[in-house]
């Protein structure tokens, strides 16, 4: 699955799956510009393991809370790179909102950071996307698909996402094709505690965590697959299932 000679974008590439799935792209080949909001260092890091793969990389900051951030965004991958093939809208926000607890503030917040801005970021790369028969790979969740108790917004969110990409991918076809990961227990939370890993396992079919890799695994293959669009491709262990 060579990517020599394409361009990515992914958002909130600095850290977690965002780093991951810049890591895979960079060792398909691909130059890599990632995104991030305040980790400046980390995004700093991963541009330099990106190089040390051998592939053109950059980084740009943004608070994707707002629209014209995102839109800044894409015009800034586009100035530096020319081109843009690939998309990956990978920003996100989460958390556990219990009935009773949501504020209007954090409802909006999730909406908008998870959702809203997928969209306006798609809609300003689209003309760059057409042109060069490109692909966008849009981070949902195996909540979506298998809700939990205790984060409805965030899971209503991650739920737009799965709509968005089955409507973007009539809205933008044929030039391009549009897919979404929906990950399970692949990246532990950076709030738990090593006494919750035994529970999630047991979740699982497979009876273990995955890993950030295999979501830029996957990343790459949605990329690099000419004829699949549409598509959520849960990476979950068979979590959904359970």
Same mark, same amino acid.
């Given at each position: 699955m060579s990517l020599h000679g394409k361009v990515a974008l992914v958002t909130g590439g600095a &850290?977690? @799956?965002? &780093? *991951?799935?810049?890591?895979? !792209?960079?060792?398909a080949g691909a130059d890599v510009?990632?995104?991030?909001?305040?980790?400046?260092?980390?995004?700093?890091?991963?541009? *330099?393991? @990106?190089?040390? %793969?051998?592939?053109?990389?950059?980084?740009?900051?943004?608070? %994707?809370?707002?629209?014209a951030a995102g839109e800044r965004l894409v015009d800034a991958a586009l100035e530096h790179s020319g081109r843009l093939d690939v998309l990956v809208n990978n920003a996100g926000i989460w958390?556990?909102?219990?009935?009773?607890?949501?504020?209007?503030? &954090?409802?909006?917040? @999730?909406?908008?950071?998870? @959702? &809203?801005?997928? !969209?306006? +970021? =798609?809609? #300003?790369?689209a003309p760059a996307l057409r042109a *060069?028969?490109?692909?966008? =790979?849009?981070?949902?969740?195996?909540?979506? +698909? #298998?809700?939990? #108790?205790?984060?409805?917004?965030? %899971?209503?969110?991650?739920?737009?996402v799965v709509t968005l990409t089955e409507a973007l991918a009539k809205d933008l076809a044929p030039d391009v094709r549009v897919n979404a990961i929906a990950p399970g227990p692949v990246l532990k939370p950076d709030d738990w505690g090593d006494d919750r890993d035994g529970n999630v396992e047991q979740t699982t079919l497979l009876k273990r965590w995955g890993t950030a890799e295999d979501v830029g695994q996957?990343?790459?293959?949605?990329?690099?697959?000419?004829?699949i669009t549409g598509v959520i491709l849960p990476v979950d262990g068979g979590n959904r299932l359970v």
């Amino acid at each position: 699955m060579s990517l020599h000679g394409k361009v990515a974008l992914v958002t909130g590439g600095a &850290r977690r @799956l965002g &780093r *991951a799935i810049a890591l895979a !792209f960079a060792a398909a080949g691909a130059d890599v510009i990632i995104h991030y909001n305040q980790s400046a260092e980390q995004g700093a890091a991963v541009v *330099a393991e @990106l190089e040390a %793969l051998g592939v053109r990389a950059a980084a740009f900051a943004g608070d %994707l809370a707002e629209v014209a951030a995102g839109e800044r965004l894409v015009d800034a991958a586009l100035e530096h790179s020319g081109r843009l093939d690939v998309l990956v809208n990978n920003a996100g926000i989460w958390g556990a909102t219990p009935i009773g607890s949501v504020s209007p503030e &954090r409802w909006d917040a @999730l909406m908008h950071i998870n @959702l &809203r801005s997928m !969209f306006f +970021i =798609v809609q #300003r790369a689209a003309p760059a996307l057409r042109a *060069a028969g490109g692909a966008i =790979v849009n981070i949902a969740d195996v909540g979506a +698909i #298998r809700p939990w #108790r205790n984060y409805t917004p965030y %899971l209503v969110s991650k739920g737009g996402v799965v709509t968005l990409t089955e409507a973007l991918a009539k809205d933008l076809a044929p030039d391009v094709r549009v897919n979404a990961i929906a990950p399970g227990p692949v990246l532990k939370p950076d709030d738990w505690g090593d006494d919750r890993d035994g529970n999630v396992e047991q979740t699982t079919l497979l009876k273990r965590w995955g890993t950030a890799e295999d979501v830029g695994q996957a990343a790459v293959f949605l990329a690099s697959a000419a004829y699949i669009t549409g598509v959520i491709l849960p990476v979950d262990g068979g979590n959904r299932l359970v």
